[in-house]
């Protein structure tokens, strides 16, 4: 017996004796007069269990067979649900395994079986947090995740996603490599399926800003960020109309960063169930299963029902726009280089004032490469490397003359040959010395 029930049964015990009337203990329990009046009856008739619940202590009809609580735990103790938690887990036992449970009987069924353990949250510092923009596509945030996705059975992939701060809408695919090349695609993607939005809301990472670089003997000296040369997608944002923002904190950018968190416990989940183990199995499931579910489930209505987003028109190129671009110098002989080839401009693009003017070049994300002089793209060829010399067979080296004589050497020889001495015949032999050796 609790004590709001030994609370109530002084009250009717009170009521009972007649000391109170049985209007003032309804008052006072909060019940009717004739609840009341039932629980007098009940008092006399079972004493003081009269105000303990007839069905307190027996089990809910509701409750789970143990048949059943067997074959979830055993569905759920098998490898590839390891980590899974309630609510998770009851959306994939009911569409896999046909067992509907709710999530707050499946977190106590999980508990008891040592399967899940709720985790203690801290908060170690308190961010205010930003309140959502009112229209969709007046703001989307972009950026990057690097995860084991795949939990080893592959590649490293990376994870570039855009969520719009208004609604939450979620667009996202999976990559190789970040770079310059690979976030045009998804915003290529992006533009096409939902238009222009007003602005994109990212970090401060070289794709998006050149880096600042600061003389050696004056580090003193700062540069205006806006008269640095910008970076391929700010270049291309700036044709496409699409102002840039930057984050100067994670936290400032918790919307996706806590997209980030959900993908890498769901979104991993759902690959491991999926066996995904390439790329094209990872995005397949990412926009078959995990981008759908989220754009049902997590999305919110925006504060207003105008869509910020903006057509693209005729004035807008994205082949041209979202492509990697520089800018070269015509010759002479109407030919460029690029990447260590030469290209000829064809004589039915040559124009006055092409010669030793500088040309727009367009690498394109499909591999082709376009040339803009002006307001005119340029026909050009690739002109064949010239052809390499055959490499000559070397000539076995000369033996080496000895140095003639200097004249000093010849005067010398000649002095002493030149000179006479007696003849052999006349020589005398001193044998002293001889004995005496």
Not at 224 to 249: K, V
Not at 408 to 421: E, F, I, M, V
Request: aromatic content about 6%.
């Amino acid at each position: 017996m609790t004590q709001r029930d030994r609370d109530r049964l002084v009250v009717l015990k009170k009521a009972h004796k007649k000391l109170i009337t049985q209007r003032q203990a309804a008052e006072e329990l909060g019940l009717s007069d004739r609840q009341v009046r039932r629980l007098i009856v009940r008092l006399k008739e079972v004493g003081d269990r009269a105000v303990i619940h007839g069905l307190r202590g027996r089990s809910s009809n509701h409750r789970l067979s143990e048949d059943a609580r067997s074959k979830v735990i055993a569905v759920l103790s098998q490898k590839v649900y390891r980590g899974f938690g309630p609510t998770l887990a009851s959306e994939y036992l009911a569409k896999k395994h046909k067992l509907v449970i709710g999530r707050e009987a499946l977190r106590q069924i999980m508990i008891g079986a040592g399967l899940w353990r709720s985790r203690r949250q801290t908060i170690s510092t308190i961010h205010e947090w930003r309140p959502r923009r009112n229209s969709r596509g007046e703001m989307v945030q972009w950026d990057t995740s690097e995860h084991d996705w795949l939990e080893g059975r592959s590649e490293k992939l990376y994870l570039i996603s855009m969520i719009d701060d208004a609604t939450s809408q979620l667009t996202a695919r999976f990559v190789r490599s970040d770079s310059t090349e690979e976030n045009m695609r998804l915003l290529r993607s992006y533009l096409q399926q939902h238009g222009r939005p007003v602005a994109f809301y990212t970090d401060k990472a070289s794709l998006f800003v050149t880096t600042e670089k600061r003389l050696r003997d004056r580090p003193e000296v700062r540069v205006d960020p806006a008269l640095l040369p910008p970076t391929q997608i700010g270049r291309a944002l700036r044709e496409l109309g699409i102002t840039w923002i930057a984050a100067h904190s994670p936290q400032a950018k918790g919307r996706i960063e806590r997209s980030f968190g959900t993908a890498q416990d769901r979104l991993v989940k759902g690959l491991r169930v999926a066996r995904a183990s390439t790329i094209e199995q990872a995005n397949q499931y990412l926009e078959q299963e995990f981008l759908p579910w989220w754009n049902q489930h997590l999305v919110v209505i925006a504060a207003s029902p105008i869509d910020a987003h903006r057509e693209l028109d005729s004035s807008h190129n994205l082949d041209a726009s979202l492509s990697l671009v520089d800018t070269r110098q015509v010759a002479n002989d109407y030919t460029i280089r690029f990447e260590r080839k030469t290209y000829q401009i064809t004589r039915e693009s040559v124009r006055a004032g092409l010669r030793g003017a500088a040309v727009r070049i367009e690498a394109r994300l499909d591999g082709s490469l376009a040339v803009r002089f002006q307001d005119r793209y340029l026909a050009i060829r690739e002109c064949a490397p010239p052809a390499k010399p055959e490499p000559s067979i070397p000539k076995p080296p000369r033996p080496s003359k000895p140095p003639r004589p200097s004249e000093a050497y010849r005067q010398g020889q000649n002095t002493l040959l030149s000179a006479k001495s007696l003849p052999l015949w006349r020589a005398s032999i001193d044998r002293t010395r001889l004995a005496d050796s």
